[in-house]
């Protein structure tokens, strides 16, 4: 299948045939990844990265729990006589 390159706003694109996607198991959306072989570009569909984990997922691995209280103070408490 032949095509042209042509210019996509300061880009360059190449429009991908609805056939050619359907053989190559592709669809509008799918993440590709391009690299060049023996001078050509070659695309293939891009492996599932690392999911984004949330901050209490991140604080849960990381060893951290919901049972932290931080110590009492006391306002009246003035002078040398508050030691942290």
Request: glycine share 10%; no cysteine.
């Amino acid at each position: 299948m032949r095509t042209t390159i042509q210019r996509w706003g300061n880009s360059n694109a190449v429009r991908l045939p609805k056939p050619l996607l359907t053989q190559a198991a592709l669809k509008e959306g799918d993440p590709v990844e391009m690299t060049v072989v023996d001078g050509g570009v070659l695309l293939t569909k891009a492996t599932p990265g690392p999911t984004h984990k949330t901050l209490a997922e991140r604080l849960q691995a990381a060893g951290w729990t919901d049972g932290y209280a931080a110590p009492e103070y006391d306002p009246s408490a003035v002078g040398e006589e508050v030691f942290w």
